[in-house]
């Protein structure tokens, strides 16, 4: 598997095969009601046009303005280059409360990535978590008009290739965790987005918060990440 840095730092692309990836995931920060745009992007460990190396880790730094914030993302590879595990750190260099937002780790839409679970891709299915006492049905990508959104765990399995790719966040209940995704039959995953909701969350200045962590796996036996998690 490969792991590559954006061109521009603002996201990155996880590669297993030609027909198994995501290329051009981007991150995203919410805060005070919007979306932050970086004034500054600082990297460690791994640089655009570089492949980041089984066992290592990688460290981008994002300064925001407006409110001034800090937000630090590692990305690190796992030394059996079979997953890749994101993680941050948000830390307001304001002098004024900063309500946070959605802290999303992983974004992937037509404008700006692309996404492949399989060289054929017409039949995909996965666990509907909900991270309540409900039963978890399994349900087909192309039900619901293809749209989807699913709680902690997303585990898309290729039911013709009998593969899986699998985004998954450390725990339940700590932040609201998320999943929400798009599919087309003649494209299959459109838009994916893995986020943890702060929900308004203060943060003060001066302090730090953690994002929840959120390992992402392509794997060809479609139960090995559910065990790993």
Aim: glycine share 6%; charged share 25%; net charge negative.
């Amino acid at each position: 598997m490969q792991v590559t840095l954006s061109q521009d730092k603002t996201g990155f692309t996880i590669k297993k095969t030609d027909h198994f990836y995501i290329k051009g995931a981007r991150f995203k920060l919410e805060a005070v009601g919007k979306a932050l745009s970086p004034e500054k992007i600082k990297c460690q460990g791994l640089m655009p046009g570089e492949e980041l190396l089984p066992g290592k880790q990688a460290f981008i730094q994002y300064e925001f303005q407006g409110p001034m914030v800090e937000w630090e993302i590692r990305i690190r590879f796992s030394a059996d280059a079979k997953s890749v595990t994101l993680s941050s750190t948000i830390e307001n260099r304001d002098k004024s409360v900063v309500h946070l937002g959605k802290c999303c780790l992983l974004d992937v839409a037509p404008e700006w990535g692309r996404m492949k679970l399989g060289k054929d891709q017409t039949d995909l299915v996965f666990p509907s978590y909900s991270a309540t006492v409900h039963l978890t049905e399994v349900k087909r990508a192309n039900d619901n008009n293809g749209r989807h959104n699913v709680m902690t765990i997303a585990h898309l399995v290729n039911r013709t290739s009998m593969t899986a790719f699998n985004a998954s966040f450390a725990t339940f209940d700590r932040i609201r965790s998320e999943h929400i995704f798009t599919y087309e039959p003649e494209s299959g995953i459109t838009h994916f987005t893995s986020y943890s909701d702060f929900e308004g969350y203060e943060l003060h200045p001066g302090s730090k918060i953690d994002s929840e962590i959120l390992t992402v796996e392509f794997a060809e036996d479609p139960y090995a990440p559910l065990e790993t998690w």
